[in-house]
C-alpha cells in the first residue's frame, strides 16, 4: 500500500470547515483512498472513502486531485466533538484482507 | 447489534504472565484483525483472519498467538507477557467484497499494562 504524508497537527474554529490534507505520490491505479478518526482512547471510526471521483456523505467530503497524488477532507462545520486524530490511509480495495496501514495522523484541535 | 465487544477493558499482568483478550463481532464479518497502539503512534496490525479457520501474521506478530474456531470470535493470546507489550489492544472486523468499501468496525479497546 501506498505511504502517505499528513501534517502532525492542525486547529479550527468551531463552525468554521476544517481542511485537512494528505499527500499520497505513489498511490497507484487500485488503491482507494480511506479516511478514519480516532477520538481520544477509542476505537477508529470510518469516515469516507474515494478511488477518483470526490465524495460526500453525512460526516464530510474527500477532495481528491486529478493526478490522485493528494487528498482533502473537509468537515464542513466543525464542532468541539471533531477533536480527534484523523488518518488518512491508502489501500487496495477487496484485496486486503481486512489489514490498514496507520501512520501517525493529523490532531485536529476544534476550539470555541 | 452490539458491533465489536472486547473484553476486559483494562488489565495489568506481571512479567512472565499469560493471558487472552477476547473479541467478538455479531454482525457476522469475514475478516478480523488486532491491532495494538502504543502512545503517541499510529495503530500496527498484529495478526488478521479472513475466515474461521485462517489466520496470518501482521507487522508485529512476535509474542501474540490467535485462533478463530468460529466467525464470531477471534481471540489473542499472550503467550509469556513483556512490559513491551504495555499497550492498548483493538479488534476489528470488516466484510469484504470486490467492491471497496471495506469499512473496519473497531472495538473500544484493552488497555493492558505489563509490570
Known amino acids: 500500500d501506498a505511504k502517505t504524508t499528513q501534517p502532525t497537527s492542525m486547529d479550527c474554529a468551531e463552525g468554521r470547515a476544517a481542511n485537512l490534507p494528505c499527500n499520497h505520490s505513489?498511490?497507484?491505479?487500485?488503491?482507494?483512498v480511506y479516511w478514519y478518526r480516532q477520538i481520544h482512547s477509542q476505537g477508529p471510526q470510518y469516515i469516507i472513502h474515494g478511488l477518483k471521483n470526490n465524495e460526500t456523505n453525512e460526516m464530510a467530503s474527500l477532495i481528491i486531485t486529478e493526478d490522485r497524488k493528494s487528498s482533502t477532507l473537509i468537515l464542513p462545520h466543525a464542532t468541539l466533538r471533531d477533536t480527534a486524530v484523523y488518518y488518512c490511509?491508502?489501500?487496495?480495495?477487496?484485496?486486503?484482507?481486512?489489514?490498514?496501514?496507520f501512520g501517525q495522523g493529523t490532531i485536529l484541535t476544534v476550539h470555541p | 447489534n452490539a458491533g465489536v465487544t472486547q473484553t476486559p477493558k483494562f488489565q495489568v499482568l506481571k512479567t512472565g504472565q499469560s493471558m487472552t483478550l477476547q473479541c467478538a463481532q455479531d454482525m457476522n464479518h469475514e475478516y478480523m484483525s488486532w491491532y495494538r497502539q502504543d502512545p503517541g503512534m499510529g495503530l500496527r496490525l498484529i495478526h488478521y483472519s479472513v475466515g474461521a479457520g485462517i489466520t496470518d501474521q501482521g507487522e508485529v506478530p512476535n509474542g501474540y498467538n490467535v485462533s478463530r474456531s468460529t466467525t464470531e470470535d477471534f481471540p489473542l493470546r499472550l503467550l509469556s507477557a513483556a512490559p513491551s507489550q504495555t499497550s492498548v489492544y483493538f479488534c476489528?472486523?470488516?466484510?469484504?467484497?470486490?467492491?471497496?468499501?471495506?469499512?473496519?468496525?473497531f472495538g473500544p479497546g484493552t488497555r493492558l499494562t505489563v509490570l
Open positions: 490511509i491508502v489501500r487496495t480495495g477487496g484485496t486486503s484482507y481486512g489489514k490498514l496501514t
Open positions: 505513489t498511490i497507484s491505479g487500485n488503491e482507494y
Open positions: 476489528a472486523s470488516s466484510f469484504e467484497t470486490s467492491g471497496s468499501r471495506n469499512e473496519q468496525f
